[in-house]
């Protein structure tokens, strides 16, 4: 804190990178007695910490905490240096430790989540890059969870997904202490299919000498079948392969397959439609706050060039809305927008509703119009902003994007 500070850091941008604690009887660091990692983007920029505790310490790992620029779950440590690997996959290691110990064996396609669970995101980002992973986490019961969590999250994402095996070492570190750079290698070079993985890893759950549970375990893995593989040839290969390495009939995993699904298709079409009705009343909710929007523009449409310095027209999901937003900001009346529809039943009739909607009995003052249109331009701009945060990768673009977030979250009045 001392140094930052000597070097002209004002005491709010330290409080706020979130690597200081601010209390009344002094600040402190937070990784105090700690090793630190630095956690960089894509772009080699710093943007958070890691820090090991050295010796006995809760907690073991510790990360900063997470800011408009820092987030743990669109980042991955070690993807900038990573990235540059020439190999067709990367590998997803459990923590920091793992990931420089295989880089200092010439592993560099090792990379590790930000001391969180595997995300969605992250797969994302590592498609960008390649379209197979390694999974190389611990080998005990932790390391095997959380390995079961992030196959299906990379398989979602249509990324092929294998599993290193480090047994009997229970991480990355040891088993080069204990092996070296080329057993790691040849452990690599035989990673295992991760469908294949977890079938096996299914069988601890059953005793195969009893036949009951030995139906048990076929279903399990028919249930598994069913739940990765729409593709008939797909589902016809992996019977076929998983058969092949547990010794079972291929034609009876594929018949208890088939027998599941026949089950499964009532429950489908009884919540077939339970999903359709929450989709209408989703786009309802996007449909309605625009259709309110343009229904009290075309009433008082002295508002348009006040409200058109902060909406435009592809900020309106809604095609008829975009076009009657367009025609207000030309500067056209209400009955020549309406007889533009005229030819186009639907739309007409959509544009006479827009006009007589809600709004059009309720006699407002101008104070309660203008609040009304204020809470629908920041509702409009915050929905188009979380889309693309969600969909961000750059940490600089995040930034932005947090920015011109906290913007709109206190936007309360028209300027000019």
Known sequence: YQYCNSLGYEDSLLQASGLFTFKENGVRDKFFNRVIFPIMDLHHRVIGFGGRVMGEGEPKYLNSPETKLFDKSRNLFALNFARRSRESYLILCEGYMDVIS?????????????????TEQQAALLKRFTSTVLLCFDSDNAGRKACKRAIPILREKEIQAKVISLKPYKDPDEFLKAEGKDALLERIHNAKNAFLWEVEELKSGFNLQDPGEMQGYMEAIAALLRECFSDPVELENYCKAVAREQLLSAENLLYLVQKGEEKSQLSFALSKQGRREENKREKSLTDNLEEQFLSLL??????????????????????????????LQAGKAVQEIMDGFRGEEEKYQKCMALYHGDLYHLNLERQEEERMLLDFIRQIKLRGIEKAIAEAMDGEELSRLFREKDKWEHFSGFSG
């Open 102 to 118: 295989m880089h200092q064996a010439g592993c560099i396609e090792a990379v590790a989540a930000l001391g969180t669970a595997f």
């Open 298 to 327: 075309l009433q008082k449409e002295e508002w348009i060039g006040p409200v058109s310095r902060y909406i435009k027209a592809e900020d309106l999901r809604e095609e008829l809305c975009r076009q009657v937003f367009l025609s």
